[in-house]
C-alpha cells in the first residue's frame, strides 16, 4: 500500500521505491521463497543452531511462528464475535436463508464424503501399508511414547456438544475460543436488540442507537489489525517449515508417501473439481473467475492454516471482485464457516479407511457410513478446538473399529505430516465458504 507522505512527492528516495517494490510482491511469491528458505534452514542445520555455541536455530524460528498463531487467536474469537453481530444486524437473516445454508453445507460434505469413500475403496492404497505399519511407526517414535502423543480427543456425545453451547459465563467463549457459543451468544444478543428495536418502532418512539455504529466500527477495525498480521504469514510459514522439517526430516516424508498422497489427492479433487464445477455450473461462476480472483484468499488460508484468520480475505474476494452480495458473503464467511469443514470431514474419513486397510481390518460399506456420519459431527465440533481435525481424529479411528494399540501407533507417524495436511484442509474450507456464498447468492436470483 502507498504511503500517503509518498504520493504526495514528486521525486521519492530510491530507498521509498524499494520499500514500495517490496510490499507490492504478491504474497504467494513471498510464501513461496518462504517454504523453499524453511525447508533449506531445517535440512541443512537440523536441531543445531545457526551459530556454533549461539542460541537460534530452527527451534527459536518455530517458536516465532507459534507467537503469530498466539496473536491469530487472540483476534479469533472477537473477530468471529463482531462479525456475526454484524452481519445479524445488518441482514435479514430469515429462515428461509438459514435453510438454505445447512441444505448447501449438507450437499457439499455429501460430495465429499462420498468422493472419499470411492477413492478409498477402488485403490486400497491402505494395503501398502500392510506388513510394515509396526516397523514404520517405530522408526519415527519409540512405540513406549506413541500413546503419549496421541491428542486428548473431546467428548462429541449429544449432550456435550449441546453444553459447548451453553457457556458459564458471558465472557468464557472469548477467553476459551469456543466459537460456537460465541456465535450462539451473538446471535442472542443481535435477536434481542432487534426485538426491542422493532418494539419501538411499533410505538414510534425508535432513535438511531450508536450501538450499531460501535459494532460495526469494532468489527472493522479487527480486520483492518488481522489485514495487518497477515502480512506476517511469510515469515511464520519459514519457521513452521524450518523447525517441522528439522524435527522431523526429510526420511518421514519416504515413509508416508502414500498417505500423504492420496490424502492431498482426494482434497485437490474436491477443491478443484468439485468446487470449481459446482461455482461454474449453479453459480455462474467460471474457472477464471472463480479461481483467479479466488486464488488470494485460497493463499492466505493454506500460509495460515485458518480459515477464520482468512475471513477478511475472503470477504473483500467475494464482494468487490466476484460481485457477491454483501449479505451472501457474510452470512457464508462469518456463520457458515463453522459448518462448512469438508476438508476435515475428508481427511478424517479417509484416514479410518486408510488404516483400517493398513491393518487389514474389514470395513463393511454400513460401517464406513456409520464413520464418515461421526466425521461430520466431529466437524462441528472440532469448530472451536485448536488443530481440532487432529484433535478429534483418535475418536473417529475408535468409532471405526480400530484398537488403542494401533491408534497409538498411527497417530505419531500422521503427526508428522499433518502441518502440510492441516494447511490444506483450511485451503479447502475457505474455498468451501466461497462455494456456499456462491450457492446462497444464485438461490436469490
Known amino acids: 500500500m502507498d504511503s500517503p507522505l509518498l504520493s504526495n512527492t514528486q521525486d521519492p528516495e530510491p530507498e521509498n521505491k524499494t520499500a514500495k517494490f517490496r510490499w507490492r510482491v504478491p504474497l504467494y511469491v513471498q510464501i513461496c521463497l518462504a517454504v523453499i528458505v524453511g525447508w533449506a534452514l531445517g535440512t541443512y542445520f537440523g536441531e543445531q543452531p545457526f551459530v556454533r555455541g549461539g542460541r537460534v536455530g530452527n527451534e527459536e524460528l518455530g517458536r516465532l511462528a507459534q507467537l503469530f498463531t498466539t496473536l491469530l487467536k487472540a483476534l479469533a474469537s472477537p473477530l468471529v464475535f463482531f462479525a456475526v453481530l454484524d452481519a445479524f444486524l445488518r441482514t435479514e437473516m430469515t429462515w428461509e436463508r438459514g435453510s438454505k445454508l445447512l441444505l448447501f453445507c449438507l450437499l457439499n460434505v455429501t460430495v465429499a464424503m462420498s468422493l472419499g469413500l470411492i477413492i478409498m475403496n477402488t485403490f486400497h492404497p491402505g494395503e501398502a501399508w500392510r506388513?510394515?505399519?509396526?516397523?514404520?511407526a517405530v522408526s519415527v517414535i519409540d512405540t513406549k511414547d506413541a500413546a503419549a502423543r496421541v491428542p486428548v480427543t473431546p467428548s462429541l456425545t449429544l449432550i456435550d456438544s449441546l453444553a459447548r453451547l451453553i457457556p458459564t459465563s458471558v465472557l468464557q467463549p472469548f477467553a476459551d475460543g469456543n466459537l460456537m457459543a460465541l456465535i450462539v451468544l451473538a446471535l442472542l444478543i443481535g435477536a434481542a436488540y432487534r426485538s426491542l428495536r422493532a418494539e419501538e418502532q411499533e410505538r414510534?418512539?425508535?432513535?438511531?442507537?450508536?450501538?450499531?455504529?460501535v459494532v460495526e466500527s469494532c468489527f472493522r477495525i479487527l480486520v483492518r489489525m488481522l489485514e495487518w498480521i497477515v502480512r506476517l504469514v511469510p515469515i511464520a510459514v519459514l519457521g513452521a517449515v524450518a523447525q517441522s522439517v528439522a524435527t522431523t526430516g526429510s526420511h518421514v516424508f519416504q515413509l508416508v508417501a502414500v498417505f500423504l498422497g492420496f490424502i492431498l489427492a482426494g482434497l485437490t479433487v474436491h477443491a478443484f473439481g468439485y468446487y470449481t464445477l459446482m461455482a461454474w455450473w449453479y453459480g455462474r461462476k467460471p474457472p477464471r473467475v472463480f479461481l483467479g480472483y479466488g486464488w488470494e484468499?485460497?493463499?492466505?488460508?493454506?500460509?495460515?492454516?485458518?480459515?477464520?484468520?482468512?475471513?477478511p480475505v475472503t470477504l473483500r474476494v467475494l464482494t468487490e471482485k466476484m460481485g457477491i452480495s454483501d449479505q451472501s458473503a457474510r452470512l457464508s464467511a462469518c456463520v457458515g464457516t463453522n459448518f462448512n469443514n469438508d476438508g476435515i470431514t475428508l481427511y478424517e474419513a479417509m484416514t479410518a479407511v486408510f488404516l483400517a486397510q493398513a491393518v487389514g481390518l474389514e470395513l463393511s460399506l454400513v460401517g464406513q457410513m456409520q464413520t464418515v456420519g461421526l466425521c461430520v459431527l466431529a466437524s462441528l465440533g472440532a469448530a472451536g478446538i485448536p488443530q481440532g481435525g487432529l484433535a478429534v481424529l483418535p475418536l473417529v479411528l475408535t468409532s471405526a473399529g480400530l484398537s488403542a494399540e494401533v491408534i497409538g501407533l498411527a497417530m505419531p507417524l500422521i503427526m508428522t505430516v499433518d502441518w502440510i495436511?492441516?494447511?490444506?484442509?483450511s485451503c479447502v474450507n475457505v474455498m468451501g465458504d466461497m462455494v456456499v456464498a456462491i450457492q446462497l447468492d444464485r438461490s436469490r436470483n
Do not use: C, D
Open 131 to 136: 506388513g510394515r505399519f509396526q516397523e514404520m
Open 297 to 311: 484468499a485460497i493463499l492466505t488460508g493454506l500460509s495460515t492454516n485458518s480459515s477464520l484468520a482468512t475471513v
Open 421 to 425: 495436511i492441516a494447511r490444506y484442509r
Open 204 to 213: 414510534e418512539v425508535f432513535v438511531p442507537s450508536p450501538f450499531e455504529k
